[in-house]
């Protein structure tokens, strides 16, 4: 039997490792950590950048914009680098650490200490600690932070390392296909992702919105009603084929025997973040699909 990861497992298991990252966007105790920080907790961009953001060091609104890709820079301005007069990096690295291990402890309870998190976990920081971060940025940044010591937050870490391995890949298979970061919004809705207004969060306006879909109708992705073409559908495969590939090696390094193992130790954890209530039914990632 071939050891091989396919492309289909690569994507499963993005699907089941990015609601352990997500909980440091939307867990109540993540929000109680950015507010004893002093940020504004009445919407999530305030936290949301910082926490993302904070890898980089103290970044500027260039740097961010650049690596988010999807967001409009004048939103990411209002944020960065405002995010570091309120909180250095280094402290909202740690408060973010905080809240994952507060947020976890929450709802996972007494699977915290459980056999099977202990080996997802080693299972996922071998993978992510094989990853090339050559050319991926936010990877990158993550993948040079110090490693914590319980299971839970290893694994946390190691889906924070895969899943931006995955996007910086997935903005270079965006670039690869000629699509900026407005246009890479207006193709994935096109193709039913999600509804137009769940992507309104990067808050692009309505005529640069009309403007990208206008560029990627000469282009025949889309059809006179706004949806994807044929060409449109394709081509929108054709970068989450590419994004799959170049996502793949670190499984490919664990194996497809242990990357199923992890697939199958992921799913109660997922599971139970998903029954936890806090993550958006929708997302501009298209989970949903």
Not at 1 to 28: C, F, I, K, N
Not at 121 to 147: D, K
Request: proline share 5%; net charge negative; charged share 25%.
């Amino acid at each position: 039997m071939s050891d091989t990861v396919e492309l289909g497992m690569v994507r499963q298991l993005w699907r089941l490792l990015e609601p352990v990252h997500a909980v440091l966007y939307y867990a109540p105790e993540a929000f109680a950590e950015a507010e004893a920080l002093g940020y504004a907790t009445d919407e999530r961009w305030p936290s949301y950048f910082a926490w993302r953001a904070a890898p980089l060091g103290d970044a500027s609104a260039e740097l961010v914009t650049s690596t988010f890709y999807s967001f409009r820079p004048r939103m990411v301005a209002r944020y960065v680098p405002a995010a570091w007069d309120v909180a250095s990096a280094d402290k909202v690295l740690a408060a973010r650490m905080r809240a994952v291990d507060r947020a976890l402890r929450t709802i996972l309870g007494d699977r915290i200490d459980s056999r099977e998190l202990a080996e997802a976990a080693e299972l996922a920081r071998h993978a992510a600690t094989s990853a090339n971060t050559a050319g991926r940025p936010l990877a990158a940044a993550n993948a040079a932070l110090s490693w914590p010591d319980a299971p839970h937050l290893v694994l946390w870490q190691a889906a924070t390392v895969l899943r931006e391995h995955r996007g910086d890949g997935h903005i270079a298979a965006l670039q690869a296909h000629q699509l900026d970061p407005c246009e890479s919004l207006v193709s994935f809705a096109a193709v039913g992702a999600a509804e137009k207004d769940v992507f309104a969060s990067r808050e692009w306006s309505d005529v640069e919105w009309h403007a990208a879909a206008d560029r990627l109708a000469e282009r025949g992705w889309l059809g006179p009603d706004g949806t994807a073409t044929s060409v449109g559908i394709d081509g929108r495969e054709d970068v989450e084929r590419l994004t799959d590939e170049l996502a793949a090696p670190p499984w490919r390094e664990l194996g497809a025997a242990r990357a199923g193992r992890l697939a199958e130790l992921a799913m109660p954890i997922t599971m139970a973040i998903v029954s936890a209530g806090i993550l958006p039914r929708r997302s501009t990632l298209g989970l949903g699909r």
